[in-house]
């Protein structure tokens, strides 16, 4: 997985919220470099509950700017049921593509209308 970078070089950081899957099982989690997270799922270097049941890919996220109104978000997405945090999966990602796939794909800029 290609680095995310910021305009000064250095490695981009997203707080986020996110849902690993797929269908079965669902893994909820918070951290203060989601690029980095997903990379490690995948590459299972980090270990725990995703790794022991093989979660990678990445089907839902939401960010924050600040870690502590992230924390609050996850604990209450811990908290609901499982058809809840499947309808909120399904009304952004109602495929269950993973998310994460083209952040290692290299930009495609667009020239001329986009809307076609």
Known sequence: MRRKLDHMGR????????????????????????????????????????????LKRLVWFETFEVMTTAIKREKSIKRYLRDWKI????????HWLDLSLDWAQPPVWKHGRTDE
């Open 11 to 54: 490695e981009r950081v997203l707080i986020a919220v996110y849902i690993h899957g797929p269908y079965g099982t669902l893994y909820v989690g918070v951290t203060s470099n989601l690029y980095q997270r997903v990379r490690q799922h995948r590459e299972e270097t980090f270990g725990g509950f995703t790794k022991t049941c093989g």
């Open 87 to 94: 309808n909120l999966i399904e009304r952004d990602n109602p």
